[in-house]
C-alpha cells in the first residue's frame, strides 16, 4: 500500500511541498518512520526561525498514518495582561477554543500550514529537500565505508587530467585518482572498472568515494576472486607488497599439509595467476611459501635468487645475505625491486653481498684512502663489494647498474689491478 501524507487545512502551497518530498522519498527510498521524522525537524527549524524558539509547540506525527499537526502552547492570562503573543493568550480567545477554559491554564492552538506565510512554505520546502539529500548523504557514507578494501565495479562516466568518474551500480560517483591507478592503466567512456573501495569522505557535504588499483588489498582481493582455496580459507594470504604495474610478492600459507599454496595460487602453467597478471598489466607475480623459519622466509621472498648464507640481526631488523656473483643481480632485481619489495615482505632492511673466498679476494672498505666512500658505498649497493666482484663486471655493465659516469669506474678499477699485480 502506497504511503500517503496529508496535513489537515492543506492548501495548495502544502501540496506542492508534499509531493516534491514524496518524490525524493521515493527516488532516495527512504522509509516512513525516517521520512516523518525530518519533516518533523524541518517543521521545528521553521518555528525557531519565526518564533525563537520551538519550546512553546508540540508536534504530534503520526507515521503509520502519514500526518502531522502543530500545536501552539500558550498560557491563558487575563486580556489587560497579555504581553507576548507568542507564549500568551488573552482570556477571551481561549474561551472562544473552549468555553470552560481559566487563567493560568495552557490553550493549545493548531497552527494551519497556510499560516506561515508564503515565504516560509518555500523555505520549509527547500529544508525538506536539503535534510533528504543530507540523509542520502549519511547513508551512502556509512554504507561504503563499511566496504574499504572491498572489490567494486563501475562504468566510466568522465575522464578527468587527475582521476576518472566512474558510476556503480546503484549510480553512486566513484573517485579513482591518477595516482591510484597502475600506471599501464587506459580507459575509454563506458569501460567497465575494477578497483577496491580505498576511503570515504565528505568533500561539500557529499560523500566522495576513493577508489585504488594500486593499493595491495586489490591484489589481495584478485587472489581471494581468482584462487578458490583462498576463497575456502584452505589458504591463507600473510602478505602482499606492490610496486603497482611492475612487481607484487605474496606470501601465502596452507592450512591443509596436502595443498601446495604457491602451485595452487600459480595453477598449471600460470593459469590461474594469468588473469591476475592481466587486470594489472602485466605486473610480475612472485607468490611465496610463508614460513616462520625467518631465513628461510628471507631467502624465499629474495626469489629467483639462491642464497649462501644470511646473517640476521634481530635488534636493527637487517639481514645480511650472501650470494654467488651470478645471483646477485638476481636477487636485487631490475630497478632494485625484488630486493625493495622483499624487505617490505619480511620486514628486514636486506643487504646483499657476493660469497667469497677471502683469501682470494679483498674487500672494496680496503681501498676507502684510495677510493672515495661514496663510491665504494655504490658498488656495495649492487652487491660489489669486493675489488674481485667490481673486477669481473665491464666498465659498461657497471655503469649501467650504478649510473657512475665509466671515467670514474676505469680509475677505480686501476687501483684494484694493482693490488693484484703487486
Known sequence: MPFIFYIKFINMNT????????????????????????LEQSFRSLLIKQYGSDENFDIVVNANK????IFHNLLIVEDAKLEDKHTEIALSDALKVESDFEVGEICAIEKRIEDFGRRAIQTLK????????EHDHEIIHKSYKDRVNEIISGDVHHIRHREIIL??????????????????????KGDTVRAVIKEVLFNKGKPR?????????????????????????????KNVK??????????VESYDERIDPVGACVGMKGSRIHSIVRELGNENI????????????????????????IQIDDENKKADVY????????????GGYNIRLAGQLTGYEIDVYRDIDEDEDVALTEFSDEIDEWIIDVFKSIGCDTAKSVLELGVEELSRRTDLEEETIAEVQNILRLEFEE
Open 167 to 188: 558510476m556503480d551500480e546503484n549510480d553512486n560517483e566513484l573517485i579513482l585518482p591518477r595516482d591510484e591507478q597502475v600506471p599501464s592503466d587506459f580507459f575509454r
Open 286 to 309: 612472485d607468490v611465496i611459501n610463508y614460513t616462520d623459519n625467518l631465513k628461510l622466509f628471507i631467502s624465499r621472498s629474495l626469489s629467483p635468487a639462491k642464497i649462501t648464507s
Open 126 to 133: 527547500q529544508n525538506l529537500i536539503s535534510k533528504v539529500l
Open 242 to 251: 606492490r610496486i603497482p604495474g611492475e612487481k607484487a610478492k605474496v606470501a
Open 323 to 334: 650470494l654467488k656473483l651470478d645471483q646477485v643481480s638476481l636477487a636485487i632485481g631490475k
Open 209 to 237: 568515494i576513493v577508489i585504488s588499483r594500486t593499493a595491495p588489498a586489490f591484489l589481495e582481493r584478485l587472489f581471494e576472486l581468482e584462487i578458490p582455496e583462498i576463497s575456502d580459507g584452505l589458504i591463507v594470504i
Open 15 to 38: 501540496a506542492a511541498i508534499i509531493e516534491s518530498f514524496l518524490e525524493f522519498k521515493d527516488d532516495k527510498n527512504i522509509d516512513r518512520i525516517t521520512l516523518m521524522g525530518l
Open 66 to 69: 502519514g500526518d502531522i499537526q
